[in-house]
Nanobody, 122 residues
């Protein structure tokens, strides 16, 4: 069992940066691949980025590639999403998830956080 709590969201101007964190509890964090997803108003939940349990493999949605970086610290049981060059279309609730991936499909993730709001103003 893994519990996930996101933090770091907020309001930022276009072109700015934010760093999201996802803190996990439970002894098996390092066994899971981790993912970030987002859901904008009236939209479906979309894949953002994923990282393997070891951190050796990462994958990104085309819309964030080159701007966002996912990383993890297994000793701290935390996964991060560094978001640079933010755009208004990045506005969404951002969720972290743990699963057996890495995968871009939300169906592959078993545990989810409650989400953190990111708002990018133009």
């Amino acid at each position: 069992q893994v519990q996930l709590v996101e933090s770091g969201g907020g309001l930022v101007q276009a072109g700015g940066s934010l760093r999201l964190s996802c803190a996990a509890s439970g002894r098996t964090f390092s066994r899971y691949s981790m993912g970030w997803f987002r859901q904008g108003p009236g939209k479906e939940r979309d894949f953002v980025a994923t990282i393997s349990w070891s951190g050796d493999s990462t994958y990104y949605a085309d819309s964030v590639k080159g701007r966002f970086t996912i990383s993890r610290d297994n000793a701290k049981k935390t996964v991060y999403l560094q978001m640079n060059s933010l755009k208004p279309e990045d506005t969404a609730v951002y969720y972290c998830a743990a699963g057996n991936g890495p995968s871009s499909s939300w169906r592959e993730y078993n545990y989810w956080g409650q989400g953190t709001q990111v708002t990018v103003s133009s």
